[in-house]
């Protein structure tokens, strides 16, 4: 049979726990409403792919204008570190609102349609603002075997 105070104290620890963690994922979601005026971010669910691997590559307006993606501009774009352009589309005419995002599935293919090699690549995201002034955020990301 088991303690009362030991049954107690489980109790007591996991609900702490669930308690806790949930009170910090609430503030991980409110921290995307960063800046105050013309603000984007790039975000990815990890760092480290493998080869062929799907990335999702999540596009955040986060500040408090509405943000308009042209095709004067990548609205995405995949680099090496060296600055070579291996991928870049276009979401012409997609606007986003404060805290609004847009999530785009990246299949590793270059705009030629080969495959990526292993490495380590900065994706990109531009828009404009009000303003028309181009906003841009970036993220590093590694390609491995």
Known sequence: ???KGLL????????????TGAYFQNLNSQSVMSANGSA????????DYKLGQSI???????????LV???DVPSLRI????????FSTSFDGLKLEPRQ??????????NDNS???QGRYVVDSFAHDQTNQKIGDSTTINILQ
Not at 79 to 86: M, N, Q
Not at 101 to 110: G, M
């Open 1 to 3: 049979m088991i303690p």
């Open 8 to 19: 107690i104290a489980v109790v007591t620890g996991i609900t702490a726990g669930a308690i």
């Open 40 to 47: 984007l971010l790039v975000n990815v669910e990890k760092q």
């Open 56 to 66: 999702q590559i999540q596009i955040t307006n986060s500040g408090t204008t509405e």
């Open 69 to 71: 993606f042209s095709d």
């Open 79 to 86: 680099r090496a570190l060296d600055g070579t352009v291996f």
């Open 101 to 110: 995002q847009h999530t785009f599935e990246w299949n590793q293919q270059k």
């Open 115 to 117: 495959t990526i090699t």
